[in-house]
């Protein structure tokens, strides 16, 4: 027992194991209780990293994800053990060689081959200024220089496997063999090797095929030469030049050239003193051959086949390396030879890389010209033929071949779903294949990636059966050879590598250890120790063993979709096809998925300050071409789609879906957001936004189409269901009229053009070249101040008061007219010296007297009096009040709008002090002070408004009465003669109504009752005008003539003269209408004269004034306390 291990010290007591097992229980209860609450804590961790931002993951984004790869915590020395000392060292060192050119393959495909294939990517020629080229290659030059001993070892690696190769196969009978070779083949050696050559001749393809790579070297080259003839002015020592000329030089010759490649076969393979012979080594050559033949035949069976899988990558290794066969022991094949070629009819070219594209034949013919002379003209002609014909083929059998992918990918992902998904889960995956991922490979990868936790889970189970039937094979055939009983070292090394085979077996399916068993069953096949029906499936499950071992690298490799960076031609087609065919719009997860693919090879550019560059200038060109070719489109789309049926009462054009098609738009905004760099594409929210800034700004622009952009907003949200904001701008009335800000900055034409009704409040315009004229009332201006905001109505006040100040000197000016002013005292002397007998009324006769003698001074063009212009000038003085009186009207009318919320105007809550009660936050505290604010300001505009008609006759009321205006004081004598020559005007615009040319025309003017009542007002002379008893006297003189002509009417319908009697009655009725004009010119200027208090005199009124402020400053001495506290709440 553990207890007893203790030292003495530690001994428990015996007797108290009770207790210590309640108190391992409470401990175990924690743990599970720490345990399930882990769990719950890692379940929302994970709803929370859900796909359902994007429906189409992204490794950088991806906080966990499993990898499945098994990594070696060993060394080769240290899984390489065996009794047999030779062995070990023959297997280790072609098992560091196998790793070595591994690691330089990876650092070819992820720095090499990227760095050169994205050099002068990221600038356009049209950004690119003098020397930016230069500068570039100058960057550049390190990772050339880093290159150069990438290639450079290469080489040695290349000499060093054909050395090791060659000392295991000695054709010297004589000479002493490291261990029998005899059946031994190192197949796994020569498949590397074809590897790192491959590399070689990538490398070579990529420089061959960049001219920006040799144009920049060149301009480069010649910035040298010039800075040589000048180093002072570079700065630059002239004796570190030298060298570095030299450098570049060794540069260009042994990568620029094409020769990276060529240079590696060409080496001195045979060393010079006396060491490994290679060139005359029979067996060695042999051997070679042997086993390029035998890479050939397995790839051979599988190329250009649906099961094909890296069979592409081999072949030109095989290519290589019978170059290399050739090179070295210049004996050549030629049956083999022209297998080779044959594959050219099968695979016309191979992509190596990118959208670097690779000729077998080209490459066989150049670098083996000696084989292609025996070959006929007609066989190499035919492969180019051929070459041709299989591209036409290709291109007519595109969509079909798209077509069964397809299917064939859909069924796949089916199957695999269906046996994966332990819950069942279907819809989710239903979801994506109706979405027709038309980029098949995102899609296998997001499908293992969404089935990582299955896929990992079986992939153990699969390696440990695979393990368990290659142990079972070697275990059959380790008895075999232990049960015969002859001993030879040959026998012993076969035994000494299937017990290594075995050992390392036992463990990880690592890279390494993969490597190790096959090169020891390389060893440990010969002497026949399997039987050819146990060895072909023992080699098929070491195959498996490699495929699944690396399943997640496999997939993703294969699923890389980097090229697509050099074909981003296709990308705006692409989306004209989704944005054509809405039904597939998901399918813009994947592709984008496969864009995204292209930056970690990107992240390897070296010639610009800093690779982000060249991740910004593709990010701006994906997101400006997504942009025009799919995102403005729908935008465009949606909005006329919005415009055409709200307004199809206009039949614009043919919407009849059967005629001219349907497309369901609508998908486009059900996908979830796209991942892409540092940013979601949300094509929902960016039409929502477009559309938003569209209706905004064309409100704005019209706010009298409000109405159509809010059911166009509408009908967005229940068709598309896009969630709109609110314009929250003021509306206009479709009638809206002119704007009150229009007519304040013309506020000089308007009263000119347009009429006052006093009683209707109400302007119409006096002239029109429409068949209509315009009209302006109270809603109109109500409309205009909820548009500007009340502010407005100050400001047209004030503008109201420059242009009276204008037209107030225009009036002092004709009142001071020697003619006017001389004529006006006369008229005042003659009625005080006949007040008394005439009854205290100004007679008629005078008022005409005065118009005709006004008439003698002089008239326009247009057959006007000065007395005309007089009258039109206190008309529109009058108009001016008119307005101001609308503009408080109008206030008065939005402010009662906006107050018709507050269900109480009598008891409004205090919301501050609500807000401090709750103890809320300071923000809601200032949010209710504003609101009280605003409300009592509306309460007080709806109750009160402005008495804006008292600020006007307060301003200019003291200088009208001052002595210097003594000329003034006559206005009343001239108040009878302009009211009757502005009721003959009146009477004339009032008869052209009928008339069929209606220039002229107007059935109302009480402008000039207002201009009067107000002129009155400032001259305080409304009792003066009172004590002429003009209107009576109007009055009396009508009536007296009416009665004579009825009176002489009654005489004539006796003599029965009808002439006479027709003239009697035209009189009568001239009579009526003059009577009617001036009793309507009377109560208009009774009720304008109302406006103004016409019952008090200026005396009085600052008698009433001073009697008011008494009584303000008494209660103000009474309630001093609270008008302090609220001072404090008004500031």
Not at 120 to 147: H, K, N
Request: charged share 25%; with cysteine; hydrophobic share 40%.
């Amino acid at each position: 027992m553990a207890v007893e291990t203790l030292s003495p010290d530690w001994e428990f007591d015996r007797v108290d194991d009770g207790s210590q097992k309640i108190h391992a229980e409470v401990q175990l209860k924690n743990y599970g209780k720490f345990l399930e609450e882990y769990t719950s804590q890692l379940r929302r961790i994970e709803d929370a990293l859900d796909d359902s931002i994007g429906d189409v993951w992204d490794f950088n984004l991806d906080p966990i994800a499993l990898k499945l790869l098994p990594y070696e915590q060993s060394s080769l020395l240290e899984l390489i053990k065996t009794e047999n000392k030779v062995l070990n060292k023959v297997i280790t060192v072609y098992a560091a060689l196998c790793c070595e050119i591994k690691k330089l393959k990876y650092e070819a495909e992820t720095k090499f081959y990227n760095g050169l294939l994205f050099y002068g990517e990221g600038a356009t020629d049209s950004s690119m200024v003098e020397g930016d080229c230069q500068i570039q290659m100058g960057r550049f030059i390190s990772f050339l220089q880093e290159l150069s001993c990438f290639v450079t070892r290469c080489y040695e690696v290349v000499m060093n496997v054909v050395h090791q190769l060659a000392a295991l196969y000695i054709s010297n009978k004589g000479a002493p063999k490291i261990i029998e070779t005899t059946g031994v083949h190192f197949q796994t050696m020569y498949e590397h090797l074809g590897e790192l050559l491959t590399v070689l001749l990538t490398l070579d393809e990529i420089i061959d095929n960049h001219i920006t790579l040799k144009d920049h070297w060149t301009m480069y080259k010649r910035l040298l030469k010039s800075v040589h003839h000048n180093p002072s002015k570079f700065g630059i020592q002239e004796e570190k030049l030298k060298p570095f000329e030299k450098f570049l030089l060794k540069l260009e010759g042994q990568l620029l050239d094409g020769m990276i490649f060529q240079a590696c076969i060409e080496q001195q393979f045979d060393s010079l003193n006396g060491g490994v012979s290679v060139s005359k080594n029979n067996t060695f050559a042999e051997e070679f051959a042997h086993s390029i033949r035998s890479i050939f035949a397995n790839v051979e069976a599988r190329l250009g086949e649906p099961s094909e899988i890296d069979q592409r990558e081999k072949y030109v290794g095989t290519c290589g390396l019978f170059v290399l066969h050739f090179q070295i022991f210049r004996t050549i094949d030629k049956k083999f030879y022209k297998s080779l070629l044959d594959i050219c009819k099968k695979v016309p070219a191979i992509t190596l890389t990118a959208n670097i594209i690779w000729f077998p034949d080209n490459f066989l013919i150049q670098k083996i010209p000696a084989a292609a002379k025996l070959l006929d003209r007609k066989s190499l002609q035919a492969i180019k033929i051929h070459r041709d014909t299989f591209l036409q083929q290709k291109a007519q059998s595109l969509t079909k071949d798209v077509q069964s992918y397809y299917v064939f990918v859909s069924s796949w992902m089916m199957k695999m779903e269906s046996l994966l998904s332990k819950e069942q889960r279907v819809d989710k995956f239903a979801e994506d294949l109706t979405n027709r991922c038309n980029v098949f490979i995102q899609a296998i990868e997001h499908m293992f990636y969404r089935r990582s936790m299955v896929v990992a889970d079986s992939v153990s189970h699969i390696t440990q059966h695979l393990q368990h039937q290659a142990l079972n094979s070697i275990s059959v055939a380790k008895k075999r050879v232990i049960s015969d009983k002859k001993y030879s070292e040959q026998r012993l090394d076969v035994l000494s590598a299937l017990v290594l085979a075995e050992n390392t077996l036992n463990g990880p399916s690592t890279k390494q250890r993969r490597l190790i068993i096959s090169l020891a069953l390389s060893v440990g096949t010969q002497l026949k120790t399997f039987k050819d029906e146990e060895l072909f499936p023992l080699q098929v499950v070491m195959k498996k063993l490699d495929l699944i071992s690396e399943l997640r690298e496999r997939v993703q490799a294969q699923c890389d979709c980097c090229f697509l960076y050099w074909h981003r031609a296709v990308f705006p087609i692409y989306l004209d096809d989704v944005y054509e065919n809405a039904v597939d719009a998901a399918r813009l997860h994947y592709m984008f998925s496969a864009l995204r693919d292209c930056v970690p090879a990107m992240m390897h550019a070296r010639h610009l300050e800093s690779y982000e560059i060249l991740l910004d200038c593709y990010d701006k060109e994906i997101m400006e071409i997504l942009n025009e070719h799919l995102l403005d489109k729908l935008c465009k789309e949606i909005e006329k789609d919005l415009r055409l049926s709200v307004h199809t009462h206009l039949k614009l054009d043919d919407r009849n879906p059967f005629k001219v098609g349907m497309k369901d738009l609508a998908l486009f905004f059900s996908l979830n957001p796209i991942r892409f760099f540092d940013r979601f594409i949300d094509i929902r929210a960016y039409v929502t936004h477009y559309l938003d800034k569209t209706f905004y700004n064309l409100t704005t622009v019209a706010l009298h189409d409000w109405a159509t952009y809010s059911e166009m907003r509408n009908l967005a949200t229940q068709r598309y269901g896009l969630v709109m904001t609110e314009a929250h701008l003021p509306s206009q009335t479709l009638e809206q009229g002119l704007d009150v800000l229009e007519i304040m900055r013309n506020i000089h034409i308007f009263v000119s053009r347009y009429l006052y009704n006093l009683n209707n409040q109400i302007f119409i315009e006096r002239t029109s070249n429409n068949k209509h004229l315009n009209t302006i009332n109270i809603r109109h201006i109500a409309n205009s101040i909820r548009t500007h905001g009340t502010g407005i109505m100050n400001t047209t006040v004030n503008f109201t008061y420059q242009f009276l100040k204008k037209k107030f000197y225009i009036f002092s000016q004709f009142m001071y007219d020697e003619h006017i002013k001389s004529r006006l005292i006369k008229d005042i002397r003659f009625f005080r010296e006949i007040k008394d007998q005439n009854d205290h009324k100004y007679p008629f006769e005078r008022a005409e007297k005065f118009n005709r003698g006004i008439r003698k001074l002089g008239i326009t063009p247009e057959g006007q009096s000065y007395l005309d212009q007089f009258r039109q000038l206190i008309s529109q003085i009058g108009n001016a009040m008119g307005y101001v009186r609308m503009i408080r009207s109008g206030g008065l009318h939005c402010s009662s709008n906006a107050i018709r919320f507050v269900p109480d105007l009598e008891d409004i809550i205090n919301f501050e002090e609500l807000v401090k009660e709750e103890g809320l936050a300071e923000e809601t505290v200032k949010a209710a002070r504003h609101l009280d604010s605003v409300l009592s300001d509306h309460t007080r505009n709806s109750a009160e408004g402005t008495e804006y008609f008292k600020m006007l006759v307060d301003v200019f009321a003291p200088e009208f009465r001052r002595p210097k205006n003594i000329h003034l004081r006559n206005f009343y004598i001239i108040v009878p003669p302009l009211t009757l020559n502005f009721v003959e005007h009146s009477i004339s615009c009032k008869e052209k109504l009928n008339k069929k040319n209606k220039t002229g025309a107007a059935f109302t003017d009480d402008g000039f009752a207002m201009g009067v009542a107000y002129i009155l007002k400032l001259l305080d002379q409304y009792r003066e005008f009172d004590s002429l008893h003009w209107f009576q006297s109007v009055r009396e003189k009508y009536l007296k003539e009416i009665r004579a002509v009825a009176k002489q009417q009654n005489v004539q319908s006796a003599s029965q003269d009808e002439k006479l009697l027709q003239t009697m009655n035209l009189t009568q009725k001239r009579l009526d209408v003059y009577l009617q004009e001036f009793e309507l010119l009377y109560f208009s200027l009774s009720s304008a004269r109302i406006f103004f208090r016409a019952d008090k005199t200026a005396a009085e009124e600052t008698q009433e004034k001073k009697e008011k402020e008494e009584e303000t400053k008494t209660s103000n001495g009474d309630l001093s306390d609270s008008t302090v506290s609220a001072d404090r709440v008004v500031k």
